[in-house]
């Protein structure tokens, strides 16, 4: 067994394996849209991703990363198998990357080739997700620069020029020791004709942050142009929008203290598109400790929450909102987190044409607050709840008779080991 043992070792020398397993017992009305005397859903969530990475000299690695996504009771995602059903035996793999690094030797451009994550740097706005594609980047003394490319969506045919296309280009560039930020662009190519139409959004994104001992403060502000063109007998569609946010963060008394503030603007003229939305994969906000109305960082298969983004920005309400955000260490291996914000939509008629019209603008508030421990040092356990008091954007209209909806909430218990 050493011989044996002694002779495999060199191969593996340069491989890791790194991932997570999570376990989530979830309570939650948010599913869907509010409404009144709503069910609660009972859920038990199951996640384990594992990635594998391969160094074969100093230059060159391979990726994959595998996850396997078990909702107990319910059939395997590919509905092969029982998965989380009597009897188990799912087909339920599934490649979240898979790539090739390397380094160009004595230069100071790396390649990435292959289906990888890729995102901005705004806070997961325009995009945040796993793509195919491919990425090309140099690093200075002061500055990175990348350039990427991917293709979303094949079309019908690989003879036919139908296909959804992202063409990026970022920067970052350290000014000073404590003061960097960049300018990115962002384009998305989309041909596909089925609709009768063909697309191109073109983004421009300005990013920064600073530090000044234990405070910071980054921000962002992305702009959106584009066109919808019409195959045909139509009218065009200009696409116009813009949104902006920015965050400081702090210690005080033990605690880590964020403040970010958001803006969307509202599309005001139904002669044109003025909603902000550019992708579908993105992950908007993750670190501000709310589940609800911002996205719930631990979500896995059941609903993202995100519902001021979904219900009011993307929509072309517009968005005005405020997270405030603290993480505190309690004694021994004990940790807590908290949240708390208030979100307003910056007009209640969409196009200002009294369509899409809600009863208000206020979203609601959120209240967050999580504690957890470490078990053997790797195994945390937590337990989690949020809940969302509604305004008037959700009052069902006066002339329905109809109730209003419900408050939302979400409770989890979970179990999360990182190795």
């Known amino acids: 067994l050493l011989a044996i043992a002694a002779v495999a070792a060199p191969a593996f020398a340069d491989s890791k394996i790194s991932g997570y397993y999570r376990m989530q017992g979830i309570g939650q009305n948010i599913s869907g849209d509010p409404a009144d005397n709503k069910p609660t859903e009972s859920v038990i969530d199951n996640r384990l991703r594992m990635r594998f990475q391969n160094d074969i000299n100093d230059y060159v690695s391979v990726v994959y990363y595998g996850e396997v996504d078990t909702v107990w009771g319910a059939q395997s995602k590919g509905t092969i198998g029982g998965g989380g059903q009597l009897g188990a035996d799912g087909v339920n793999v599934e490649t979240k990357n898979a790539f090739l690094n390397f380094v160009i030797p004595d230069s100071a451009y790396a390649v990435r080739l292959g289906v990888q994550g890729f995102g901005d ?59 960097k930020g960049g300018l990115d662009l962002y384009w998305v190519d989309d041909n596909d004709d089925s609709a009768g139409s063909e697309t191109d959004l073109y983004i421009l994104s300005l990013h920064g942050d600073t530090k000044m001992g234990a405070m910071g403060l980054s921000g962002f502000v992305n702009f959106l142009d584009g066109e919808e063109d019409v195959l045909g007998p139509g009218t065009d569609t200009d696409i116009q929008s813009w949104m902006a946010s920015a965050k400081a963060t702090g210690k005080m008394a033990g605690l880590d203290l964020g403040l970010r503030l958001i803006y969307y603007a509202e599309d005001d003229d139904d ?123 959700y009052d069902a209209p006066a002339a329905s008779g109809a109730g209003d909806p419900d408050d939302l909430f979400k409770v989890t218990f979970m179990v999360n080991t990182s190795f």
Do not use: C
């Open 121 to 179: 740097h705004a806070a997961n706005t325009i995009v945040a997700d796993d793509m195919a594609g491919a990425r090309l980047a140099r690093k200075g003394s002061n500055y990175t620069a990348t350039l990427f490319y991917s293709k979303w969506d094949e079309g019908d045919s690989t003879t036919d020029w139908d296909d959804t296309d992202f063409y990026v280009l970022q920067s970052d560039i350290n000014f000073t020791d404590t003061v």
């Open 271 to 393: 002669q044109d598109e003025g909603a902000w939305f550019v992708a579908p994969g993105r992950y908007e906000f993750p670190k501000e400790n709310l589940s609800i109305f911002l996205h719930d960082p631990y979500y896995n298969n059941t609903n993202e929450g995100a519902k001021a983004i979904r219900d009011a920005a993307n929509v072309g309400h517009g968005l005005y909102g405020v997270a405030l955000s603290a993480n505190y260490k309690l004694p021994g291996t004990w940790y807590s987190k908290f949240g708390l914000g208030y979100f307003e939509a910056v007009d209640e008629d969409v196009d200002d044409n009294g369509t899409n019209e809600s009863e208000g603008t206020s979203l609601g508030t959120e209240v967050t607050a999580m504690v957890g421990t470490k078990i053997a040092e790797k195994v945390d356990v937590s337990l989690r709840g949020a809940y969302a008091f509604l305004g008037d954007f």
